[in-house]
C-alpha cells in the first residue's frame, strides 16, 4: 500500500506564492509516477503536474506553465508543487497522486490519493 500526505496549503493574497508538500510512504517510490490534481469548487478534477520519479520527466498543463513548477526530492519520498503569481482561479483543493505502471494524466488512471489540500487564492 501507498499513503500519501500533502501540506502547504492556505490562504494567499493574489500574486502570491505556496509550496505544497506530498509524502509518499512507500517502499518502491521509483516506481511511481506522482502527479498533482486540483478541483475547484463545482469544476471537475483536472490535472495539473506530473513527473516520472525516477527519470525527471514532467508535464503541466497549460494554463499554469510558467507559474507552477513540479519537482520531487527522492531521497525524501517527496514531490512538490511550487505555485508562484496565483489568482483567484487557482482557488481549489489540490491533490497529491500516484500509479505504477504507465505515465498518465487523467485522474481516473491513478491508485493512490492523497487526502487533499486547500489553496484559497483570495483579498
Known amino acids: 500500500q501507498v499513503q500519501l500526505h500533502e501540506s502547504g496549503g492556505g490562504l494567499v493574497q493574489p500574486g502570491g506564492s505556496l509550496r505544497l508538500s506530498c509524502v509518499a510512504s512507500t517502499r518502491t517510490f521509483t516506481e511511481l509516477y506522482m502527479a498533482w490534481f486540483r478541483q475547484a469548487p463545482g469544476e471537475e478534477r483536472e490535472f495539473v503536474a506530473a513527473?516520472?520519479?525516477?527519470?525527471?520527466?514532467?508535464s503541466i498543463r497549460d494554463s499554469v506553465e510558467g507559474r507552477f513548477t513540479i519537482s520531487r526530492d527522492n531521497a525524501k519520498n517527496t514531490v512538490y508543487l511550487e505555485m508562484n503569481r496565483l489568482a483567484p482561479k487557482d482557488t481549489a483543493v489540490y491533490y497529491c497522486a500516484a500509479k505504477y505502471g504507465t505515465y498518465a494524466t487523467d485522474y481516473g488512471s491513478y491508485t493512490y490519493w492523497g487526502q487533499g489540500t486547500q489553496v484559497t487564492v483570495s483579498s
Open positions: 513527473t516520472n520519479w525516477n527519470r525527471d520527466i514532467t
